[in-house]
Each structure stands twice: as C-alpha cells, then as structure tokens.
C-alpha cells in the first residue's frame, strides 16, 4: 500500500531527501507515485505538517 500526501502539504521539501526510492515529486503540493512507492514510511516520519499518511 503507498503512502499519499493530502493537501495539507506545504510543498517544505523535507520529504524529497528522505525517499530511497525517489517516488515524490514536486509541485504545488508533493504527490507520490504509487507504482514507485515501497511502503517504507520514511517520508511520513519527517512531515512537519503530518501530510502524509498510509492509503
């Protein structure tokens, strides 16, 4: 299961640098790329904003 950023993102950057596997990418608010996604939660435990959660 992939983990997905809400709209609550701020677009910090913080979460890019903590991807091993590179599956987010930037815009107005990051998106994760399911197909990518290792389900390690990496990025969800650096959110400032807790945005990123399970699917």
Same mark, same amino acid.
């Given at each position: 299961?992939?983990? !997905?950023? =809400?709209?609550?993102?701020?677009?910090?950057?913080? @979460?890019?640098?903590?991807?091993? !596997?590179?599956?987010? =990418?930037?815009?107005?608010?990051?998106?994760?790329?399911?197909?990518?996604?290792?389900? @390690?939660?990496?990025?969800?435990? !650096?959110?400032? !904003?807790?945005?990123? =959660?399970?699917?």
């Amino acid at each position: 299961m992939a983990y !997905v950023i =809400s709209d609550d993102c701020t677009a910090c950057g913080t @979460c890019i640098d903590e991807c091993p !596997v590179e599956a987010i =990418s930037e815009g107005d608010i990051y998106k994760i790329d399911p197909e990518t996604c290792t389900d @390690c939660g990496a990025c969800a435990d !650096v959110c400032p !904003v807790e945005a990123i =959660s399970a699917e």
